[in-house]
DNA sequence: GAGAGGTAG
DNA sequence: GATTCTACCTCTC
């Protein structure tokens, strides 16, 4: 086994405890110390628990009409989800974080890797720093996992995460070998950062179960019969680091606009209102990371509980330029539109665009100029969106009151505590 | 290059 | 009756 020198690069993984429903505490403290769930989109079904809910057996992904009837005998709380909230607490964290590495990685919303060099107690007490700083300056738990290659900090920081004696700061170098290993033996490659139910199905068959086995096994024959995703895992958790920090991911390959709603939309019409918004929202996260789209995707789906009548319609429309403008993104889902039938209930929609490139600074040549584009209707949705709110402007029929309502189901909704004047937190002093 | 399969959070 | 959503990668054809 390879002992970390001194001052050899290390990557840190920092991940806040349950986020979103650590995110709801940060601003309610009578959430601490409850059985607290935070809801899907439309308030279908727990995507993060509280140790508390965990600990009375709610599985990830439980459907809420399921939980409902037997929260209150459980003291059991929902929250719709809060995104515009958990986008702000993330992006304090990340702020934060890049202040003690700036060679920062931001992973998801929750968790950040950092490249960080120093010996094993040096490191061990940046991490316990990092903590205890994102605890108190946002407000919502970490545990941070040290080691040389990204899956084993991955490792690391689960193991911090269930195991109290760590205090939430696990140094992977810093722990004795036979440790090490006897908690390899007891983890199955299903924990692994890369590893779910498919490849563990096919691991074992070839009798590798534990953590353990597969950081035994041969990385060349590993590659060969399974990909060199997974060499690459077998590797890093023999310390070679394979994964590298990556830089920050300027624009995306694509973006997907898609809800299920409160209610199935049975019509052509309904369908046209919903990617006359979808088309709009698209524009302008286009126009926020300076992107344009060459081909967009439009879809729609019946439930996947009732197999009998399944229709999932999908056209991919190659657009005439690389275009933000609503009004052509929108045109272009309509083509979804002859192949919808009227009283088939479709419960998700949705538009997906692909093909993105930078908006370029050259002027298209005339023949290609878009009208809707030089009179900037899509910065001036915006605008208007942002000064008056949400549905106070539309394409067509989008975000009028009288269509079918196809709003998203959220209940159980907590305050933009950070971002809306009006839903800021009140602190009353003693 | 498209589509399927797999995975993450 | 009801069960999230977005984005990536690799492999195969």
Redesign the pocket.
């Known amino acids: 086994m390879s002992r970390a020198l001194p001052g050899r690069g290390s990557i840190a993984l920092v991940?806040v405890n349950c986020?979103y429903a650590s995110a709801e505490r940060a601003f309610d403290p009578s959430l601490e110390d409850r059985p607290l769930v935070v809801l899907?989109?439309?308030d279908?079904?727990a995507?993060t628990r509280s140790p508390e809910a965990k600990a009375l057996g709610i599985p990830?992904?439980?459907?809420?009409?399921k939980l409902?009837p037997r929260a209150s005998e459980w003291g059991l709380v929902a929250r719709s989800s809060n995104y515009e909230l958990y986008g702000d607490i993330s992006a304090r964290v990340m702020e934060l974080l890049g202040r003690y590495s700036a060679w920062l990685e931001v992973?998801?919303?929750?968790?950040a890797f950092l490249g960080v060099s120093g010996t094993p107690a040096e490191l061990q007490q940046l991490g316990y720093s990092m903590k205890t700083a994102v605890r108190r300056n946002v407000g919502v738990p970490v545990c941070v996992g040290i080691a040389e290659t990204k899956t084993l900090a991955?490792l690391a920081n689960k193991w911090a995460k269930h195991n109290p004696a760590f205090d939430g700061v696990c140094h992977w170098d810093a722990v004795p070998a036979g440790q090490r290993e006897k908690l390899m033996a007891g983890l199955s490659v299903?924990e692994?950062?890369?590893?779910?139910?498919?490849?563990?199905k096919r691991l074992n068959g070839l009798g590798i179960h534990s953590v353990l086995d597969l950081a035994r096994a041969d990385p060349v024959r590993i590659?060969d019969r399974?990909?060199?995703?997974l060499m690459r895992t077998v590797l890093e958790l023999q310390g070679t680091p394979c994964i590298p920090l990556e830089e920050e991911?300027i624009?995306?390959?694509?973006?997907?606009?898609?809800?299920?709603f409160a209610a199935p939309i049975t019509t052509g019409a309904g369908l046209r209102q919903v990617f006359g918004v979808y088309a709009q929202q698209a524009s302008a996260?286009l126009a926020k990371h300076g992107l344009q789209a060459k081909?967009l995707t439009a879809f729609a789906a019946t439930?996947?509980?009732?197999p009998q009548a399944s229709s999932h319609p999908s056209v991919?429309v190659p657009l005439p330029m690389p275009t933000a403008d609503p009004v052509l993104l929108a045109r272009a889902a309509y083509a979804l539109l002859p192949r919808i039938v009227d009283g088939v209930k479709y419960?998700?929609a949705?538009i997906?665009v692909t093909d993105l490139r930078p908006t370029g600074n050259q002027a298209p040549l005339p023949v290609f100029e878009n009208p809707h584009e030089e009179r900037g209707i899509g910065s001036l949705l915006e605008e208007v969106s942002r000064r008056y709110g949400r549905g106070s402007i539309g394409l067509g029929q989008a975000g009028i009151r009288g269509g079918p309502d196809w709003s998203?189901k959220r209940d159980m909704l907590s305050p933009r505590y950070t971002t809306h004047w009006a839903e800021l937190p009140i602190v009353k002093a003693a």
């Open positions: 991940d986020f899907s989109n439309n279908g079904c995507v990830l992904g439980e459907p809420w009409f409902a992973y998801s919303i929750d968790e991955k299903i692994l950062w890369g590893v779910a139910a498919r490849l563990t590659r399974f990909s060199v995703v991911r624009g995306r390959d694509q973006l997907i606009f898609s809800r299920s996260r081909v439930s996947f509980y009732n991919c419960v998700r949705g997906m998203m």
